[in-house]
């Protein structure tokens, strides 16, 4: 009996230990054992304290209910900002000058029209532009003549089977698309083609020259006036006159050039912005220079000839040359591409994407080339009337960026180099002293360049005397006068030369490689021949080639007195044996 009784008694304190333990919640005032001590109850939390002699449960403090934790969230994409952009070194604009003073007059003295100075690099800009229109209109007048008509009907030419209206609808959306990208979307081409019943079809031959430097627009000037007086000239910023493509090495074809200001009867101002394409209608590139002319007034980067490659000083110096790898006004076979300096002066560049520097000591600036963005994209610097340093930024080493410079000096004639660039970009770290200012590269990334510029007047650059003016604008003055001239094959590795010119004594023809001038294939040496026509018969050439023929007219005999260049590119894929 007293074993079983021992049995529940464990079994009960088993119960009471293995069961939870409810106190009953402390009610406030009522008696408690401890000072301090604390009871926690629905939520509240008593403390024993001491009221007078005795010890009671206060009022009780509510508690804090935990804050669940919070979920995770998903991981965010940090946006990388362009910090060369944002550089706190860079010069804020209240330090530079005001961007009037780098918008430097044109001193050229060979750009007066009447009388008045055209300003084709500089500012302000003649009316007859588009300049800061965010659209132009031109016109394209297709021309047809006995022995090269323009052609809706299919031909074969080599392997492809066109007409010359196929080649030119293939070709206005890659114009447009051009002026479209050259811009950054800030200017639009609107092209118009005139409708095939009014297509100009001339009753005679071709009268155009396809050798440069010959002025194909007082044949035009002809033409319109015999064949064409009651044409409306309205409503386009400029005309595009174009014969068919024809064959390769047809009389008057690869002749390209640009009028600005052509006069005809029937305008509202007497005169017409207009370019001339005799073949070569398929080159965008060539499209986008002459109307660099026509609706922009631009000059003609590339030199006229060698001989006045010397005229641009001791500025032409071995890093610095006419800018034929970055702009197509220099050369318009490389692809597309412009000088910061002319979209200035297109209007396609906004004040604030273009700083200007006169006397300021030192400054840091940051440029980019991105046209997503209106950061500034070009660096003036004013070094005299009419004379800008500049800098810009094009593609260095990698994916990073380079820094440009180069030197617009409206002193110096069209054709003898206005425009002189570096031929290679400043990269991270190298520095360049330039006519009295040094620039540093600090940093650069794939957007742009942080670079310094600070002002040392070592070989500060002091302008010319200006030269006095010539009302005959672009045209070397020379009595030799040539009329017309083309340069044809006529059979096997051979060709010939057909010039008529006068004043001239005595000449030298030689043909060259396109690009490496000192391969010579044909040379007559100095002939004393004054005819008129001059017909020069050109041997021993090689097939599949282009050449660059270069005839060289004189004013006395033996190759002496003064000198006329004519160069041409028309001989090109002569048929092999």
């Given at each position: 009996m007293q074993r079983k009784s021992h049995l529940a008694l464990a079994i009960v304190v088993l119960l009471s230990l293995s069961s939870p333990v409810y106190a009953a919640a402390p009610k406030p005032g009522t008696a408690c054992k401890k000072v301090g001590q604390t009871s926690t109850s629905a939520g509240i939390k008593y403390t024993c304290v001491k009221s007078g002699k005795k010890l009671v449960w206060n009022k009780g403090v509510a508690l804090k209910k935990a804050e669940p934790a919070p979920a995770p969230s998903p991981e965010t994409k940090v946006e990388i900002k362009n910090l060369l952009a944002s550089d706190p070194r860079i010069t804020l604009i209240s330090g530079l000058t005001a961007l009037d003073t780098c918008k430097t007059e044109d001193k050229t003295p060979d750009q007066h029209y009447g009388g008045v100075l055209k300003h084709r690099n500089g500012f302000p800009r003649p009316s007859e532009t588009v300049y800061g229109k965010k659209l132009g209109k031109m016109l394209i007048i297709p021309m047809g003549f006995n022995d090269l008509p323009f052609r809706f009907e299919k031909i074969q030419r080599g392997q492809v089977f066109s007409s010359d209206l196929d080649l030119l609808n293939e070709t206005i959306p890659y114009i447009k698309e051009s002026f479209q990208k050259l811009s950054a979307g800030r200017?639009?081409?609107?092209?118009?083609?005139?409708?095939?019943?009014?297509?100009?079809?001339?009753?005679?031959?071709?009268?155009?020259?396809?050798?440069?430097?010959?002025?194909?627009?007082?044949?035009?000037?002809?033409?319109?006036?015999?064949?064409?007086?009651?044409?409306?000239?309205?409503?386009?910023?400029?005309?595009?006159?174009?014969?068919?493509?024809?064959?390769?090495?047809?009389?008057?074809?690869?002749?390209?050039?640009?009028?600005?200001?052509?006069?005809?009867?029937?305008?509202?101002?007497?005169?017409?912005?207009?370019?001339?394409?005799?073949?070569?209608?398929?080159?965008?590139?060539?499209?986008?220079?002459?109307?660099?002319?026509?609706?922009?007034?631009?000059?003609?980067?590339?030199?006229?000839?060698?001989?006045?490659?010397?005229?641009?000083?001791?500025?032409?110096?071995?890093?610095?040359?006419?800018?034929?790898?970055?702009?197509?006004?220099?050369?318009?076979?490389?692809?597309?591409?412009?000088?910061?300096?002319?979209?200035?002066?297109?209007?396609?560049?906004?004040?604030?994407?273009?700083?200007?520097?006169?006397?300021?000591?030192?400054?840091?600036?940051?440029?980019?080339?991105?046209?997503?963005?209106?950061?500034?994209?070009?660096?003036?610097?004013?070094?005299?009337?009419?004379?800008?340093?500049?800098?810009?930024?094009?593609?260095?080493?990698?994916?990073?960026?380079?820094?440009?410079?180069?030197?617009?000096?409206?002193?110096?004639?069209?054709?003898?180099?206005?425009?002189?660039?570096?031929?290679?970009?400043?990269?991270?770290?190298?520095?360049?002293?330039?006519?009295?200012?040094?620039?540093?590269?600090?940093?650069?990334?794939?957007?742009?360049?942080?670079?310094?510029?600070?002002?040392?007047?070592?070989?500060?650059?002091?302008?010319?005397?200006?030269?006095?003016?010539?009302?005959?604008?672009?045209?070397?003055?020379?009595?030799?006068?040539?009329?017309?001239?083309?340069?044809?094959?006529?059979?096997?590795?051979?060709?010939?030369?057909?010039?008529?010119?006068?004043?001239?004594e005595s000449y030298r023809l030689y043909v060259t490689d396109v690009v490496d001038f000192q391969k010579v294939y044909f040379e007559t040496g100095y002939v004393n021949d004054s005819r008129n026509p001059l017909v020069i018969d050109i041997k021993g050439l090689v097939c599949k080639k282009e050449f660059r023929t270069m005839t060289e007219f004189f004013t006395e005999k033996n190759g002496k007195g003064e000198r006329l260049v004519m160069p041409s590119f028309q001989l090109r894929d002569l048929p092999c044996p």
């Amino acid at each position: 009996m007293q074993r079983k009784s021992h049995l529940a008694l464990a079994i009960v304190v088993l119960l009471s230990l293995s069961s939870p333990v409810y106190a009953a919640a402390p009610k406030p005032g009522t008696a408690c054992k401890k000072v301090g001590q604390t009871s926690t109850s629905a939520g509240i939390k008593y403390t024993c304290v001491k009221s007078g002699k005795k010890l009671v449960w206060n009022k009780g403090v509510a508690l804090k209910k935990a804050e669940p934790a919070p979920a995770p969230s998903p991981e965010t994409k940090v946006e990388i900002k362009n910090l060369l952009a944002s550089d706190p070194r860079i010069t804020l604009i209240s330090g530079l000058t005001a961007l009037d003073t780098c918008k430097t007059e044109d001193k050229t003295p060979d750009q007066h029209y009447g009388g008045v100075l055209k300003h084709r690099n500089g500012f302000p800009r003649p009316s007859e532009t588009v300049y800061g229109k965010k659209l132009g209109k031109m016109l394209i007048i297709p021309m047809g003549f006995n022995d090269l008509p323009f052609r809706f009907e299919k031909i074969q030419r080599g392997q492809v089977f066109s007409s010359d209206l196929d080649l030119l609808n293939e070709t206005i959306p890659y114009i447009k698309e051009s002026f479209q990208k050259l811009s950054a979307g800030r200017f639009e081409l609107v092209i118009d083609v005139l409708p095939q019943s009014e297509w100009w079809a001339i009753d005679a031959d071709n009268p155009l020259s396809g050798v440069w430097g010959v002025d194909n627009f007082s044949t035009i000037s002809d033409v319109i006036n015999k064949h064409k007086s009651s044409f409306k000239f309205d409503d386009y910023d400029t005309f595009a006159f174009i014969t068919g493509n024809g064959m390769p090495g047809q009389s008057g074809l690869g002749s390209a050039q640009a009028s600005f200001g052509l006069k005809v009867k029937n305008s509202k101002t007497g005169t017409i912005n207009a370019i001339l394409l005799a073949g070569g209608i398929t080159n965008t590139t060539l499209w986008v220079h002459e109307l660099g002319h026509s609706l922009f007034s631009f000059e003609d980067l590339y030199l006229f000839s060698e001989a006045q490659s010397q005229t641009s000083g001791t500025l032409r110096k071995s890093d610095m040359d006419v800018p034929n790898k970055w702009d197509l006004m220099a050369n318009s076979s490389r692809g597309l591409g412009l000088l910061e300096w002319n979209r200035l002066l297109m209007g396609w560049l906004y004040e604030n994407e273009v700083r200007c520097l006169s006397d300021q000591k030192s400054s840091t600036h940051y440029l980019t080339d991105a046209d997503t963005t209106t950061d500034p994209k070009l660096l003036t610097i004013n070094l005299a009337p009419g004379v800008t340093l500049a800098a810009e930024v094009r593609p260095g080493s990698g994916s990073e960026k380079g820094l440009l410079l180069y030197l617009i000096n409206t002193y110096v004639g069209h054709g003898e180099g206005p425009i002189l660039t570096q031929n290679s970009v400043l990269t991270k770290g190298q520095s360049k002293s330039m006519l009295g200012w040094q620039f540093t590269v600090i940093d650069s990334n794939d957007d742009g360049v942080l670079f310094e510029a600070i002002k040392t007047d070592i070989d500060k650059f002091v302008p010319p005397p200006p030269k006095p003016a010539d009302n005959n604008p672009g045209q070397p003055t020379s009595p030799i006068r040539v009329t017309r001239g083309d340069i044809v094959p006529t059979g096997s590795l051979q060709g010939r030369a057909t010039w008529n010119v006068t004043g001239h004594e005595s000449y030298r023809l030689y043909v060259t490689d396109v690009v490496d001038f000192q391969k010579v294939y044909f040379e007559t040496g100095y002939v004393n021949d004054s005819r008129n026509p001059l017909v020069i018969d050109i041997k021993g050439l090689v097939c599949k080639k282009e050449f660059r023929t270069m005839t060289e007219f004189f004013t006395e005999k033996n190759g002496k007195g003064e000198r006329l260049v004519m160069p041409s590119f028309q001989l090109r894929d002569l048929p092999c044996p």
